[in-house]
């Protein structure tokens, strides 16, 4: 605790939020974002080791010190939130963080387990299993039908963002129980920006795939009703069409809050390299064609002041401010409120650490 008492004296200097040009709308700094008791949700991403765990982290445990219940909840299938909070959070089920005085707790969700749980539906649904029932019993028009839609590759081969989706569906259905109803704000630690940008496919793949599946449920609800009832089948297949109806609305839902202005925002995370702002720019430019809310961009280790540089620390800085300039220029980054936050020299690991940071980064 008191190496992080001076690293914080040697960067409080530093500690600024900037802005590299005049945002499109006023944008506040965190007693804006704590504010009001209406459930509010924030989403980080990002391109992949940039520290999108450790601000989502740091947020969750400044909302929670700031008297919020908060929930933080991890879609990324490489979770790093254990790491981060250096506590066991695996296991796909909400886990109260330790060391707070107010109620924080954290969700690792296991994608795999829940797009399995999603096969096993669907299959029972008029997936490869349906088919080949049919078949037996010389349905061939039916079976024909089936083919087109090719609903065994579909399983057996998920499209793009299937994970992420089915993963922020089932955090949905957690949210819709009343027992979660305490949480003020929700914190979503996102994949890497490809995950991410794959998610907006989502209306798409619903459109294609489980909008068809209930389709072909409709169709063969009645040439097929004596042999369900023959065979005992009905209550089954209705359970199942009624759990993938259950599971498209949510997704649904997913679509709806993350262009919802009012309660939803977006904040993208980066370093200063100009690959990694190149990335954040192309993020940025998906998530506005998708009217999705961004207003803020952090920018993560900078390399702080220094009266003597070595020779490496000159060409890097070299290097960063470079990027920090395409930021100004850049046409879909330089009207969001730009939080620059120091590199430390200390590993952000445990709450401490995490609080620390987070009077940084979130001013």
Known sequence: ?????????????????????????????????????????????????VGKTSCAASLA????????????????????????FAQDLTGGRLVPVEGL??????????????REEFRNVSKTNGGTGVKDFMDGMGLGMLVEQLGELKLGELLDTPPPGLDEAIAISKVMQFLESEEYSMFTRI??????????????????FLDASIGKILKL????????????????????RQDAADKLERLRERMVKVRELFRDTDSTEFVIVTIPTVMAISESSRLRASLRKENVPVRRLIVNQILPPSASDCKFCAVKRKDQMRALDMIQNDPELSSLMITQSPLVDVEIRGVPALKFMGDIVWK
Do not use: C, W
């Not at 445990?61 to 790491?83: E, M």
């Open 1 to 49: 605790m008191f190496l992080f008492l001076i690293v914080f004296l040697n960067f409080k200097f530093l500690l600024a939020v900037k802005s590299v040009a005049a945002p499109a709308e006023p944008v506040s700094g965190f007693d804006e974002m704590a504010s009001g008791t209406q459930r509010k949700y924030y989403m980080l991403g990002g391109k992949g080791g």
């Open 61 to 84: 445990v400044k909302f929670a010190n700031n008297g919020h219940p908060t929930l933080v909840v991890s879609t990324d299938p490489a979770h790093s939130l254990s790491d981060s």
């Open 101 to 114: 005085d107010y109620p924080l707790f954290a969700l690792e969700i296991n994608p795999e387990k829940a």
């Open 187 to 204: 914190v979503f630690d996102t994949a890497p920006t490809g995950h991410t940008l794959r998610l907006l496919s989502l209306p798409d």
């Open 217 to 236: 449920k409709q169709k063969l609800a009645s040439a097929t009703s004596a042999i369900k009832s023959v065979f005992g089948q009905e209550g089954t």
